[in-house]
């Protein structure tokens, strides 16, 4: 049996899929440097993230009986969003093992988009081993965040989003990446682009992984991340085959040109993005993913975060700018 | 001589003259008390608020000799950032005056996209008589920021959108007021639905002037506010004109309930809202609008606030969020 792989075809097919469940999200101009370049808004997406798109052209693809048993998907909270809000429209059960320890505001938006929460403990337990259990026990749909070829392709539209509304390929794309569905697929959609994923330091396993022409896993010394959905330990072959095909390279970024992009994003954007879905932004506003052109798009990639966490890095910020 | 009058046919004409000139919005699902709904993101606007649809109509609409001489707006920032970027682009010199105590952010952002500031004293300067001395010592064109036909319909090219991207009429409109350009625009825009203002506590001049039938000034003693974009004394019969007619009426909200539409903006909707730029949001979070169905839109208007004061707005609100 050949293994299927996403494919340019499978990402097209998906967006036509998806497309009128999902909220077509804006590419909004910016300019950083004197270069006017663009800004693909995806935290405006339903659920606040891009994880959306993937859960839905999953869940579509499922059968009927499957639906009937519902579906399991174990996140930190954007992929919960995401598959909590896509079957939630089509009638399906979901289950979300979540981390004890997620943001809040992401455990109540996926309890009020109607999924149940089975809690896990971060630092002891395997949620892949609890979500396959429950999955096994109740005959449910497990629906992995990144490691599925439908979630790849599903990811992969925004990709064929922003060609759509640039009026061509754009010449870079900067992503951020934690498992890398979003990054792979977009390098599926947009085959003429250079892809830069954004990584946080430390977690930058995808950037060494591309380095070196193998998978390699994040160190188990990686130090603490305010990017709670970047925090992936090991990618996958259907995420770094796509990557590394195309040449694509990694970069990483610290917490605090994270914290400046959040603030760049606000007061430039009017954007609420989250750490991780800041990283991009942020490889962008520190020279660190190279020459940027008038075609080259950033991708925010989520707004998920605790007010009070956000309010203060906000306020950090902008003390800062005020007394230097 | 009949003196010109906003109308529908103006609306629809500006919208199409200055359509690949601004940003085509996105129009977001957003759920409150249960009821989905719509907000039309104009904080996401080139300059931070729909104040840029206006300035491009006017200035489309002048000769290339009045163009030469350049423009002159007051504003307390939101039209100067619309003027400015504008003239920007179309290579026209653009003076604002502008309140000595305006907001950092949009000072800055009015000398980045080009435009000259001359300041003056809100509490002892009339900046009509400043705008319109040097507007006649440079023989430049006064751009008013709301009583003036082309601005108010360039600012209901909002409406025209709304209309497009939902796919029909919808049945209410709740749009925040300072001099009324935005909400009389989409009022001829939209003459289906029915039109709600949204001014804040004390500032709601236009409110009594609707339920009165004629035009009334704002009181002496209005209380502070921080919806700087909304503080205008006295509305014009061009904007109120429209409204009345239309039977539409307006409510007013409080500073709090302005500062929880901000907090929801952020984290339910992941947009920067400004307080002026909340209030047609807090209107609608508070019910003092009446029933919402699914085909109501909610304005969201500007989110040009400065960084230290959105911080701590946002963290009050998340403090009392949590410990409540």
């Not at 979630?151 to 925004?158: D, L, N, R, V």
């Not at 991780?276 to 975060?305: E, F, H, M, P, Y």
């Amino acid at each position: 049996m050949i293994e299927r792989r996403p494919s340019r075809q499978g990402v097209e097919a998906a967006s036509q899929r998806i497309g009128s469940e999902i909220t077509r999200t804006p590419l909004l101009p910016v300019e950083i440097e004197g270069v006017k370049l663009w800004v693909k808004a995806e935290c405006l997406q339903q659920g606040g993230s891009f994880k959306l798109r993937g859960a839905t052209n999953r869940l579509m693809l499922m059968s009927a009986e499957e639906r009937r048993r519902g579906v399991v998907a174990f996140s930190s909270g954007n992929h919960a969003q995401g598959v909590a809000i896509a079957a939630k429209k089509m009638g399906i059960a979901a289950t979300i093992v979540m981390p004890a320890d997620a943001p809040a505001v992401k455990r109540q938006a996926t309890l009020a988009a109607g999924a149940d929460i089975v809690d896990y403990d971060r630092r002891t337990e395997s949620r892949e081993e609890i979500g396959a259990r429950l999955a096994a026990a109740r005959g449910a749909t497990l629906v992995p965040s990144f490691d599925d070829v439908d979630i790849i392709e599903g990811q992969g539209s925004t990709g064929v989003e922003i060609r759509d509304q640039l009026g061509g390929a754009p010449d870079k794309v900067l992503v951020c990446c934690g498992g890398g569905g979003l990054s792979a697929g977009i390098a599926l959609a947009l085959p003429e682009a250079e892809i830069v994923t954004v990584e946080p330091f430390g977690w930058d396993d995808m950037a060494r992984s591309l380095e070196g022409g193998r998978i390699v896993p994040v160190a188990e010394d990686a130090p603490p991340t305010r990017c709670d959905a970047l925090q992936t330990k090991l990618v996958s072959p259907l995420t770094f085959g796509p990557l590394t095909e195309r040449g694509a390279r990694g970069v990483a970024v610290t917490e605090d040109e994270t914290a400046a992009a959040m603030a760049f994003a606000a007061r430039s954007l009017r954007l609420v993005a989250e750490p991780g879905g800041a990283v991009a932004l942020a490889a962008a506003l520190t020279g660190k993913a190279g020459a940027l052109t008038g075609r080259s798009v950033i991708v925010v990639s989520g707004g998920n975060v605790d007010p009070l966490v956000y309010a203060e890095i906000l306020e950090g910020q902008a003390t800062r700018a005020r007394y230097s």
